[in-house]
């Protein structure tokens, strides 16, 4: 008898290259199911209303790819482990298959639970190196990156793992699919009701594999423009790829988007990009490597830093976008609007939060983690990680929102933007509007102090408390390297210590945000 064989959506809601799907396919009647879980919905969420809007927008258009072959999406509400189990259990369906997701916290508990069934058979054909033999704190018995770039005969295993994963032909959609014998209980519209997801955010992408497929089309065409749109924040939210929310839910596949660009024409833009979709992967093996990213600080000596120092007004004022520092500002403001921000942005507003604030890292990342579209554990909570040092391995880089107004935004677009109220002044007053003498503000009608505040925290003396901090547990974080373990998580590039990353621009350890150039850049 044939099997009926649930295959389990999460994080890969597309037909094309999705291993558990063709898997199915080969062995038996495909039932394909999303489970919505009350957990990610509600006050306490960590995924705000527009990022649901964007999974609901991809989980209506995978239902019109299968209903195209015949098939449905079922949809099911409740705590997936008891969904699955009881379909299992009442014979529903014979067996599950899904696509191993990298994740942390709950969600992962709840892939391990149902992973360990019986029936249970996950796929994890993603580039992301998995042994599954663990330590008894829950770590990789096997160092997945193993030799990675220390000159042995090893070196690059990782990376060719990772490159292989690339050049393999993905798995072709199925071309006719039977009927799903798994029922829908719910709707799209029932949960956006029951949970009044409403949308605040605006310039958000469409969900979906359509929608993903026309913007990754667009963005081929204007591949040489690449490297100079990356970096300015007004610039690459128009013309980077803004391909990262499709990445995160799955609609489009990284090696999808990986062999489209191969097929551009060659150029540096090309080459910059096919770095980010190993860097892409790279971080996903980070977490997959310890889930504990997510948590807590790689180094333990750094464990905890500024969490008693916490001042509500502070933090209220950073995501409120009210620092006083017109690119930090703009920054929080458009991320809060849109969901949105490029990736020196969010460098320097993380950097910002925990060297200047003195803030302790998780409240930020998590408030970043909420608001951002394309939130992914495994690029979100390593990057706060590593710009806030508390790997004890990266230099302690402190951005200096002024510079980058000067650099980035010289003529002003992205602050006029963001932070309305100081768009009368000249451009040479957006990066120190507080500077900008009595009459210049009167002419152009702005009062600093009172239209706009001035900085909540001197950025210069915390700047350097924060350095003579780090400075002075740098011993013992050196120390606490000493243990393989704590090494192995924080080992993103032996050559960026060794150049000492981070000295340029002045000397100020301030490092470029697009220090990972290339391959070797982990
Ligand atoms: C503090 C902080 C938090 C971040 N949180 C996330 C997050 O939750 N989700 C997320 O997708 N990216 C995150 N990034 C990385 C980066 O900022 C975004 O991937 C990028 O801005 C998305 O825009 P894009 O699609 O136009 O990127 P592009 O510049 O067009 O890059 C293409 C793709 O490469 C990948 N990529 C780019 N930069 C990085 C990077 N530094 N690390 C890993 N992958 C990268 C992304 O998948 C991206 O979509 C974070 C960066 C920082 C500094």
Redesign the pocket.
Known sequence: MTRSILVWHRDDLRTVDNAALAAAVADGDPAPAFVFDPRYYGERSLACDARLRFLHECLDDLDRQYRDRGSSLALRTGDPREVLWSLLDSGVVDAVYCNRSTTARYGREVGEAVRSWDAVTTFSDDGIRRTDRRHRDGTVAVDTREGWGNGSETAGRWQDHCEAYFEREPAERPAGLPDNPVESTTSVEAVEDRYDVTPEKSDVPPGGTVAGKERLSAFCDRLSEYPGV?SPPAA?AER?????PY??FGPLSVRQVYRAVEEAPECRGRSM?RS??F??RH?SQKLADWPGWADRAVNPVLRGLFRDEHDPELVAAWTEGRTGFPMVDAAMRALVETGYI??RT??MV?SFFHYVLREWWRRGADF??RH?I???PA??YT??QS?CNLTGVHPVRIYDPAKQVREYDSDGEFVREYVPELAPLPDEHLAKPGKAPLAVQEEAGVRIGEDYPRPVVDFERRAAQTRAQYADLADRAEEALSDARVRRRGSFSTRRREEGEGAGEGNTGEATSEG?SSLDDF
Request: charged fraction near 15%; avoid cysteine.
């Open positions: 990356v690459a980077s790829s803004r391909l990262s990445l995160a990009y980010r979709l860097w892409n971080y490029n990736f969010r460098a993380a970043m983690y951002l394309d939130a992914d690029i979100n990057q706060w710009q990972q």
